[in-house]
């Protein structure tokens, strides 16, 4: 049980569908992070949300938009995405946006563009 | 600009030998050092991580590192490796005026040899 729970695990999409990545986490947490990993390269921060408002939004495509309900829950809608965006999606979170405390990471959902 | 360095991309290394995957990090500012560990399929999980106080830092399944402020350093250690500790390493920084923005290295694909 990691606390932070992404659903699903595994997605395979063509380019002209939209699909919904799902986060949870069960921690009490104020923070949730969206991160895309691809193959050899350093994890990339795509979205930050703090107490449900978006903090940081790194030059990510409009493809991608994010959507925070209530500070346990946290979605990626994906819409007309390219081969590019294949790779494992993770989402994270943390006690506070500006504490210390580490990040913890749900499993992933590894995403197909075909 | 923070940037963090992880010059190994590969480590073999024979059961019950030791090893040390390195990690070499910029910043200007005060740190909080972490180090994360990747199994297969699996999202990101916390080793140990440096805050303050004492240098050397122990975490879960035997793992240390140490912090050296003159190198801006963060390596981790292992005295003797088991074959369970075959995974992707991730050293992430995280400064003092980011927030709780996290910098990841690439890293390191650590394979222990039966």
């Known amino acids: 049980e990691t606390g932070v729970t992404q659903t699903p695990r595994h997605l395979v999409m063509g380019m002209t569908n939209k699909k919904s990545l799902k986060c949870e986490q069960h921690?009490?947490?104020?923070?949730m992070y969206w991160y895309k990993q691809s193959a050899k390269k350093p994890l990339e921060l795509m979205f930050v949300y703090s107490l449900e408002e978006r903090v940081e939004n790194n030059s990510v495509p409009s493809r991608f938009s994010p959507e925070c309900p209530n500070s346990s829950h946290l979605f990626l809608h994906l819409h007309t995405l390219q081969p590019e965006d294949s790779a494992l999606y993770l989402c994270?979170?943390?006690?506070?946006?500006?504490?210390?405390?580490?990040?913890?990471f749900g499993d992933g959902t590894r995403l197909s563009i075909l | 600009a923070q940037s963090v360095t992880q010059l190994d991309s590969q480590v073999p290394v024979f059961e019950e030998a030791p090893v040390e995957l390195r990690c070499n990090y910029s910043?200007?500012?005060?740190?909080?050092l972490f180090w994360y560990v990747q199994y297969p399929n699996q999202g990101l999980q916390l080793l140990l991580k440096y805050l303050s106080g004492s240098t050397l830092v122990k975490g879960i399944n035997g793992f240390e590192a140490e912090f050296n402020k003159s190198q801006t350093s963060f390596h981790l250690r292992k005295p003797s490796v088991h074959i369970s500790d075959t995974a992707e390493y991730f050293c992430a920084v995280r400064t003092s005026n980011t927030g709780n923005q996290f910098y990841f290295g690439t890293g390191t694909s650590l394979t222990v040899i039966p």
């Open positions: 994270a979170s943390s006690q506070d946006f500006l504490s210390n405390q580490p990040q913890h």
């Open positions: 910043s200007s500012v005060s740190v909080y």
């Open positions: 921690l009490g947490h104020n923070a």
